[in-house]
Structure formats: structure tokens, C-alpha cells
């Protein structure tokens, strides 16, 4: 048997040179004997939207909008079963990246999240739910199967991608704090929307951990001015004077919204988000 590919070497590759990297796309494919919904699938996509082969159009897509190389989000509805994300990037092993999905409660998810990566080293993140109307997946970030798994993620080098609402910033933070040196991203700034001003205080906070990353996506949960969402610029201006455009990763969209939302601040910095602070994440 060969040997496990170096994970350094590998993941130093696909991070070289300042590309545009896209943090967020899920992929779903309407053959469904192939790739079957998970028996607890939070929720059901249309299928018929999707065309026959999307990663083909995905990849269109990002030729479209000059975007280099990008990290596809594994989608909920086909739970801890990675399937089509492993096939998506057996046929783009220099262009993608993927995240994970295990279930917390299941007392096997840590091995099969070192099984999962064990000879997949493209999987680079493994991603955890929470927030009001999600608790499928967790109770708190206290309980032991979410301490076991992370424990886990970050013995295998992997990123703590956390899809949280403002009222869990709290226990995240003591969860960041009980696994020191841990990279951490916030996905679609922590859904402000989700909670209140005073929750969102907490959400702030974890800005005071250098090792803490936010993602400028998701902005569109929020807003309806697309493409740009510029109505949102005085809160996403606040969340990125909190973290720093060298914690700021982006996520959806196009990559104009880096320009739209980050007017004031050097190209070197907006090249950040774009990607430099994707690859460092």
C-alpha cells in the first residue's frame, strides 16, 4: 500500500501565489440513486434545479468571475455522507478544496472524520451548526460529542468552520478557548440577522482571538440590493474593522463585493480577502 500523501505539501500547493479564492458553494446534483438525500437532511433542495452536471457549471461560474480556485462547502441535506464533494474534487484536485460534515451526537464521528481525510487530503475544514430553529446537530458547544469531534478536527489539522447564530458566540468562545491555537471561521458573518444586539456583542468578542477568522458571505440573508449589497456596508465596515481585513474571508457572491464593502482600504487588503486570508485560514 502507498503511502498517505503529505498533507503540507499538498495543501501548500493549492495555497500559493495570491489567487482569487470562493469559500462557499455548495454543490448538488439531481441524480439522487448516485448521490441520495441523508435520512436526516435538515432540508430537501429542489433537484430539478440543478443541472445534470454541476460542477461543470460551478466551474463555468468561476471562470466567469476571474475566481482562481475555491473551497466547496459540503451541503447539509446529504448529511455525514461525502460522496459527491469527494468526486467533485477527484476531478478538480488543483482547483478545489472541500469541508466536512459529521454529526456531533454520533459517537463515531471522530473516526469517521479521520477516515474521511485519511487519503482525501483536499478536505480542509469540518464545519458545525447552530443557531435558533438548528439545533439538529448540537444542544451546546459544552456537550462531549462536540468537544470530542473538534478535539479530533484540530488533531488533524483541520479549520473549525462554525455556521453559528449571534446567541452561540458565546459557547463557541469557550470552546475556542479550550482548544488554544485552533483556526476558526465564522461563516456568513455569524448571521446577524439571527439574534439580537446584545448577543451580536458576543459575536464581536471573538474578534479578541487572533486565531478566530470571519466570512464576508451570507450577505444577502439580509439584504436585497444584489449584486453588491451596499446597504449593508455599515455593518459589514464594523465587522471588518473588528477582525481585520487579514481575518476577513470571502465567501459568496462576486468578488466585487470585496471592492463594494472594503472601499477604503489598500488593494494589498482587499487582495486579503480575497484570498491571501483564505489560504492563511
Known sequence: MSSPPNP???RSRFMAGEPVIEWNAHIFSPDVQ???LHPKAVYQPDMSKHPKDPLATYLQRLDSEGIDRAVIVHPEPYGDDHSLVLDCLKREPKRLKGTSLLYPKDPEAPRKLAELIKWE????ATRFHAHRGKETYLDSFADSGVRALWKQAVDLGLIIELH???NYALQASEAIRAFP?????????????????VEFANVLELAKFPN?????????HSATDAPLYESARPFTQRMIEAFGPERMVWGSGTPRIIDAHLPHYTEAERTMVKGVASAAC
Do not use: F, Q
Open 8 to 10: 503540507d505539501s499538498e
Open 34 to 36: 448516485r448521490y441520495p
Open 121 to 124: 487530503l483536499s478536505i480542509v
Open 164 to 166: 453559528i447564530g449571534p
Open 181 to 197: 491555537g485552533c483556526k476558526v471561521l465564522i461563516d456568513h458573518l455569524a448571521e446577524p440577522h439571527m439574534g439580537t444586539g
Open 212 to 220: 478566530v477568522y470571519m466570512k464576508l458571505s451570507g450577505i444577502n
